[in-house]
């Protein structure tokens, strides 16, 4: 691993560089039996030197941990076939596959593919004009007076009324966004709004983290939140709001029978409640 990684100069390079001398080994199906007591990974890469994706991720992972690169197995699904007369991809077992994600701090997991014959990850840069330019200061001149205050009380009513209806409108809009994404998409939209929301209330992970272990992390969190007759009504239904999405995700993301429209929607469901809960439970926390 050393040798492999030792001229790059960063933490990306090093994990390309491990992808891109595992995709010169031959990909085959046809091997021999492991010999009994010997490291799979050891023995792929010093002996056997070609095989399938559950080796060629078994060593990827092994060689980036000796580098010091956080990397975990993913097993899944790939693409598969599209069948036009269905108008949609038809995965079958025949189509599970195993890859490889790296941990970048500040990025997050990326997903790498050291098995040869499989088609490389396509990565776009950032480009300048994809950024949102910062607002300008309004000078001081252009700054309106207030309102006289016989006004303010009509005005105030108003505004509130029209948040509120602005407020439902865009929940039923991202609700039918999100049930028009793919299973796997609208839960790996929701799986991330979660990681966001408990990122706010400080809910501690690891770069390792598996889904589960993330729900357990954020139920110890929320465990210390106000149990009283009022609050605890509120943020009892945290675990059970927590435990949807992340059953969600590992059901749309490894499982060969995905979530239907119906679960689809008692997940959004529960998110929509979820984040009430958890933004009154951020104010209770900074009292």
């Known amino acids: 691993a050393l040798d492999l990684t030792a001229a790059e100069p960063t933490a990306y390079d090093r994990a390309a560089a491990i992808e891109a001398y595992l995709r010169t080994f031959p ?9 009994l007591g010997r490291d799979v990974a050891d023995y792929f890469l010093f002996d056997l030197q070609r095989g399938y994706c559950d080796y060629y991720a078994t060593a990827m992972v092994v060689l980036a941990r000796a580098a010091g690169l956080p990397a975990r197995i993913v097993t899944g699904y790939a693409q598969g076939n599209y069948d036009s007369r ?24 990326a997903e790498f593919e050291p098995t040869a014959g499989r088609p490389a990850i396509e990565r776009e840069a950032t480009q300048p004009e994809d950024l949102i330019p910062i607002s300008k200061a309004i000078p001081p001149s252009e700054i309106r007076q207030p309102a006289d205050w016989t ?3 009509g005005l105030s009513a108003g ?27 609208t839960a790996a939209r929701l799986y991330a709004r979660l990681r966001r929301s408990g990122a706010r209330l400080a809910v501690p992970t690891l770069p390792g983290d ?36 992340v059953d969600l995700y590992a059901r749309a993301s490894y499982s060969p029978h995905p979530p239907d429209t119906a679960e689809l929607r008692r997940a959004i469901r529960a998110w929509l409640r979820l984040r009430w809960r958890l933004a009154f439970a951020r104010m209770v926390k900074r009292r």
């Open 86 to 109: 269905q108008g949609g991809y038809v995965v079958t077992e025949a189509d599970a596959h195993s890859w490889v994600e790296v941990y970048f701090p500040g990025v997050g997991w």
């Open 151 to 153: 006004r303010v009380t």
């Open 27 to 35: 990909y085959t199906l046809d091997l021999p039996a492991p010999p």
């Open 159 to 185: 505004l509130l009324l029209l948040l509120v209806l602005l407020a439902v409108l865009a929940q039923v809009a991202d609700t039918q966004y999100l049930l028009h994404k793919a299973p796997v998409d």
């Open 210 to 245: 598996t889904p589960y272990e993330y729900e357990a992390a954020f139920s110890r969190r929320t465990a210390v939140l106000p149990t009283g007759k009022i609050k605890g009504r509120l943020f009892r239904p945290i675990g059970e709001e927590v435990n949807r999405l």
